[in-house]
């Protein structure tokens, strides 16, 4: 379960940053997150949806505990991310559109690497490492280092890397976004697996089929700011146009 | 603790495949080194013997004035000795090298001899790159020449040659063979060391901070169970184990320079230096090499954390090495010596105790000193780094 309650994110601009920014020179604070609040639940995927610079990656880098909230409050499996950081982080598997891997070490390494510092006893690692193995077909290139890999290979690599632990959270950054269709279509099915498996999985996107296709709650963010907060099918009710995108364009065009 | 041992190994495994690294902490260090140390003055002493051995083409003129001034130039070996009277046209000669050297005797050359007078000789010759062999060979004729006429005045004079010999002075150097080429290593050794340990500390700490900033590889650290502190602490040690690494090839690179260059001089050198080489001696400059290794690793690793991309922090990291220098430099200043003030600056204390600590004359006050000052800013320069990891502002700079 995570939970957002009333979340901000401020950020203080530098001089160089306002002038990079072409704003006014009083404006020195930028708003990333203004008051948002959500609730992502077990066994069901939810989509954080919004234009680029809307805030989504803000909002889960603040779940992860990369970043503090200004004001508000977030919480990750019963675990407050201010206050027991560490433990929000051992219940977190962490996917962005980047592979974000060494290129220097193997397959191997790396997933031992991420293993051992989530602290999994060398028993549950083995067992957990051949069940993603053979579930991504991956035993054949376990032993290549990382930059004899193609860009597919990799993302499977990254996807074992995430849920070597066996989060009960998953963030998903924009998990498709350059990705081919056959390396896309993995990662959907590993957002599936991961909702019949019980898990919260949440993930930003703005790829409106996506959503469409994956998503059991949705939130959009748009300028900071939530405009809608709820199921998929609430929002297919009050949708005003026939198509997603649409709805998606007119609600956000709606705003600026 | 376990953790920050975790991304320890991970890093140093990483690191030891990177080639570059490798290159620059240990073969760099142990390969360039010997290989300057003996090709260098060979070079130098290669290109001398050539010059010496070169024939100068010299043209005397006014010869008529002193056969006994031409007769030395002609019994002079790898000269070529041409006698003229006409001076036109010799400057041309000489700068379009036809020429060598131009001798011109005056022409009251033998009655100032004869009165004892100083006998002119004008000299011409055009040196640039020569390493003044030229002038030295002509210079030697020319003193040999003028010796054999002080001899010849004192005989006429009946004279004995301590007269012009007063004093009979006598130098009696105390410092022993250990203090006198221990301060000239103890002063060089810092160079050494500083630059070995700032180049080896420096592409890890690129790679480690702006590196897996640029590469995305910090966001999967930053979320996973490891706090700040552990990550921090294991990629700093894997910095200052490079920059020790290198200082210390850095130092194993002079000791196989010395012992294969082979010459006279570096034997004894050797022989001084195995007496220097002592446990206690290596392991005093060890520990003084430690807090400049803890020092470039945490400042190296701030500003490479903060650093956009690896571009940006080299860009940072280039103008600090001449600041570093300084007080190295500062350190080989004749009459800089290690005292309760110079103690107190870092990196010229080190420089300074590493002189006194060779030389086997360090007093141990002093060298706590030293290693209060260089440890306490080590520690505060974790300290800092530290902090800086923990701010959003330097981890997610944009």
């Known amino acids: 379960m995570i939970k957002l309650d009333n979340v901000s994110k401020v950020f203080k601009l530098s001089r160089r940053q ?231 364009i007119k609600l956000t065009g709606e705003a600026s | 603790m376990k953790k920050t041992f975790v991304i320890f190994q991970k890093e140093l495994k990483d690191m030891l495949r990177d080639r570059k690294t490798v290159f620059f902490m240990i073969l760099f260090p142990l390969i360039l080194i010997p290989v300057m140390m003996i090709s260098v003055p060979k070079l130098f002493s290669d290109a001398e013997k050539k010059e010496q051995e070169k024939q100068l083409n010299v043209v005397l003129f006014g010869t008529e004035y002193s056969q006994e001034l031409t007769a030395h130039f002609q019994s002079a070996e790898n000269m070529i000795i041409s006698m003229e009277t006409d001076t036109t046209g010799m400057e041309k000669r000489l700068s379009n090298e036809v020429i060598d050297v131009a001798i011109v005797i005056s022409n009251d050359f033998q009655s100032d001899i004869n009165s004892m007078t100083p006998a002119r000789i004008e000299v011409y010759h055009q040196s640039t790159d020569d390493m003044d062999v030229t002038k030295k060979k002509i210079r030697a004729i020319l003193n040999t020449y003028s010796d054999s006429i002080i001899q010849k005045r004192f005989e006429m004079l009946q004279l004995k040659e301590e007269i012009v010999h007063p004093l009979d002075i006598s130098f009696e150097n105390f410092a022993s063979p250990r203090e006198i080429i221990g301060k000239m290593a103890g002063g060089f050794l810092p160079y050494i060391f500083v630059l070995f340990c700032f180049m080896g500390a420096m592409y890890p700490a690129l790679d480690l901070g702006a590196g897996e900033k640029e590469r995305g590889t910090l966001e999967t650290l930053l979320v996973s169970p490891a706090s700040r502190m552990e990550i921090l602490m294991g990629k700093f040690g894997v910095i200052t184990l490079s920059g020790l690494a290198s200082a210390v090839f850095g130092l194993l690179g002079i000791f196989v320079g010395i012992t294969q260059t082979g010459s006279n001089e570096a034997s004894k050198v050797i022989e001084v230096l195995s007496e220097i080489i002592q446990p206690e001696t290596i392991v005093l400059v060890l520990t003084l090499i430690i807090p400049i290794a803890v020092l470039f690793s945490a400042l190296l690793l701030s500003i490479s954390i903060y650093a956009k991309t690896f571009k940006e922090a080299q860009s940072i990291i280039g103008p600090l090495n001449i600041l570093f220098f300084v007080p190295v430099i500062v350190g080989l200043v004749p009459g800089i010596k290690l005292d309760i003030y110079t103690a107190l600056v870092p990196i010229l204390n080190i420089s300074l105790a590493t002189k006194e600590v060779i030389a086997g004359t360090i007093n141990g006050w002093l060298l706590v000193e030293v290693y209060a000052v260089m440890f306490i800013l080590a520690f505060a320069s974790i300290f800092f780094a530290a902090k800086w990891f923990n701010k959003e502002h330097v981890i997610f700079r944009t």
């Not at chain 1, 066994?43 to 803000?58: D, E, I, Q, Y």
């Not at chain 1, 376990?142 to 066996?166: D, P």
């Open chain 1, 18 to 248: 306002r002038k990079e920014m072409g704003s006014n020179v009083n404006n020195r604070i930028l708003k990333a997150v203004d008051n948002v609040s959500f609730e992502c639940k077990p066994g069901r995927v939810f989509s954080l949806v919004g234009p680029n610079g809307a805030g989504k990656t803000t909002i889960l880098r603040m779940i992860a505990t990369m970043l503090k909230p200004t004001s508000g409050e977030i919480s990750v499996n019963g675990y407050n991310t201010i206050t027991l950081p560490k433990k929000v982080r051992e219940s977190l598997g962490f996917m962005s559109d980047n592979t974000a891997l060494y290129d220097r070490l193997t397959v191997d390494e790396i997933i031992k690497y991420y293993a051992d510092l989530n602290d999994i006893a060398y028993h549950d690692f083995k067992a957990r490492k051949n069940e993603l193995y053979d579930l991504l077909d991956m035993h054949e290139f376990a032993s290549r280092r990382i930059a004899k890999l193609s860009s597919g290979m990799k993302q499977k690599v990254s996807i074992v890397r995430t849920m070597i632990h066996n989060p009960p959270v998953v963030v998903f950054d924009e998990p498709t976004s350059g990705l081919d269709v056959m390396t896309s279509r993995a990662i959907i099915r590993l957002i599936r697996n991961c909702r019949d498996e019980g898990k919260t999985v949440i993930f930003s996107t703005h790829r409106m089929g996506e959503v469409q296709s994956l998503s059991d709650d949705l939130a959009i963010i748009h300028k900071s700011k939530l405009y809608f907060n709820g199921t998929l099918k609430e929002f297919e009710a009050q949708m005003e146009s026939d198509y997603f995108e649409d709805e998606f």
